[in-house]
């Protein structure tokens, strides 16, 4: 099968959420996807084209909550699943990811969902249009730091999408890269961590300087 014949290649997951089940167009098989670009460029491996464990976790937390119009931003959303429930649960969302694919898919998953999201490809290390809009009141991340890269450039940017105010909140399947992002996040942020089966929610709030 060719890379393109994947991306039509495409399946239904149902995920039960607090507000109802939400259903997930996802490419059947994420490993047709990889070509051989794929190979020589990160960004085009098809990682955006799962549903991994922590995206759930991270929408079925939100999905508790009232969010009141909070302006939230997601990070490598992938397929959306947390942005979706983020804006059924009355946040104002913008779902990021650097794969156009991803955000189409996103896109698609929003329009069936009835969730309003917008979405914008961009890049962690080209972050100018997160900066722009922030502060956030909310940035949300579900299993992105599974590279030393994602370390180092989620350890600058994440200070600078919130204020006091805001909250982040990081989903991860216990990876070592998320320790040593957390050790290095810690002299920033206040953090509190949350077991969720095989998931753990870091939520971190700003320090104050000084
Ligand atoms: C392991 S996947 C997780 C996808 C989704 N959050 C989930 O939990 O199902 C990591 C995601 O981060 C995205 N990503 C990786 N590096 C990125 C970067 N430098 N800038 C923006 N997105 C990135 C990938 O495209 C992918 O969608």
Known sequence: MRAGEAHEDLVDEMVPLARGELRILRPRDSEALLDEDAFEHEEFLPYWAELWPSGVALARDISNRSLRAA?????????GLPSLA?????GRVL???WSPDAIEMTQRNATRSGATVDTLVCDWARPDALLARAPWDLVLGADLLYEHRNVDQLTDL???LVDGSGEILLADPGRVLAEEFLERAAGRFSIRTTGHGQVMIHRLLLLREG
């Open 71 to 79: 302006r939230t931003v997601e990070l490598g959303c992938g397929l």
């Open 86 to 90: 983020a804006a059924l649960a009355g």
């Open 95 to 97: 779902a990021t990811d």
């Open 158 to 160: 994440l200070p600078r």
